[in-house]
């Protein structure tokens, strides 16, 4: 694991800013995945559990992350994937790292707890949520804050779910810091996401929503997005994907163009990782 995770200065379109590269603190748990996952799994072996039992999509960061820290820790793991049976490049690395996975219709998997109770109930299993959201997981993204040898004025961070931001929250107000958190929801619409984070964080004072690039939804694109994250990519040798962090960064260059925030403002953006940048749908690829 490379902790602390480094922070690299990025120059785009003249304007600098620092992107925490948590991408690169496990080639498969990585980014705020293994932050997640930390806690979880400490308690689960504090349980004297033998399994790690879990939720997500085909093409899901959290199953292959999952599927690779029971693997560290010689756990099994297990896994209940939505919609209909498909093959493709993340599922088949969930496997080579041990993991069972379950395929289930979309109405059956919104009840994961009882999905859970009738395989696993008597299996000596932890149950983790999709996206590994709990309060042991925010515990662990909270620490991204600890790592930081200087201040920022703003941080950004992608939202899916919510619970990385609510550890950046978190981080921010135990510090006492004086920084502005500003998440970018890849879902439309992305207003949940400010709920989302209060039911872990109350105080929310810090926090900025920025609602509006999503560019369609989760997972979807434009040929704006996909051309900003190919020239960001050329032009500073940093991936990022169409899910997440390259929604995450043109949202920041613009907010700086439109003049919303200043470039002169110390900014510093969270690399959550994930492998869809090398392995992902193939109508997305094409797109490149």
């Known amino acids: ?18 992107l925490k590269r948590d991408d690169l603190i496990d080639p498969f748990v990585s980014g705020n995945k293994w932050r997640k ?47 209909e049976i498909v093959n493709n490049e993340m599922l088949m690395l969930c496997k080579l790292f041990g993991m069972q996975l379950h395929f289930v219709d979309r109405n059956t998997y919104k009840d994961k707890q009882l999905l859970f109770d009738q395989h696993y109930a008597n299996a000596n299993a932890y149950f983790i949520d999709e996206g590994g959201a709990s309060e042991e997981a925010v515990l662990g993204c909270s ?21 990385t931001a609510a550890g950046l929250l978190r981080g921010i107000n135990q510090s006492q810091l004086h920084t502005r958190l500003h998440v970018v929801p890849v879902l439309k619409p992305g207003e949940f996401i400010q709920d989302e984070i209060a039911a872990y964080e109350k105080n929310t004072n810090c926090l900025n929503l920025h609602c509006d690039y999503h560019f369609g939804g989760y997972a979807k694109t434009n040929p704006q997005l996909i051309q900003f994250i190919k020239d ?17 960064c043109y949202a920041i260059i613009d907010l700086v163009e439109k003049g919303i925030l200043s470039g002169s403002d110390k900014i510093l953006a969270v690399h959550t990782g994930g492998l869809f940048g090398i392995f992902g749908k193939k109508d997305e690829f094409d797109k490149f």
């Not at 490379?2 to 800013?17: A, C, D, E, K, T």
């Not at 920022?152 to 939202?159: E, L, M, N, Q």
């Not at 040798?237 to 997440?244: A, E, F, K, R, V």
């Open 232 to 248: 960001f990519t050329a032009q500073t040798g940093i991936l990022l994907d169409p899910i997440y962090t390259g929604k995450m």
């Open 143 to 163: 620490e991204i804050i600890s790592e930081l040898e200087k201040p920022f004025d703003h941080i950004f961070c992608a939202a899916g779910t919510g619970t």
């Open 37 to 83: 996952l930390k806690y979880i799994i400490q308690k689960a072996l504090q349980q004297n559990s033998t399994q790690l039992v879990t939720f997500g999509g085909a093409y899901s960061n959290h199953l292959l992350a999952t599927a690779a820290a029971a693997a560290k820790h010689r756990l099994k793991a297990s896994a209940f994937v939505r919609g």
């Open 1 to 18: 694991m490379q902790l602390p995770s480094p922070i690299h200065q990025v120059s785009y379109r003249g304007f600098n800013f620092f």
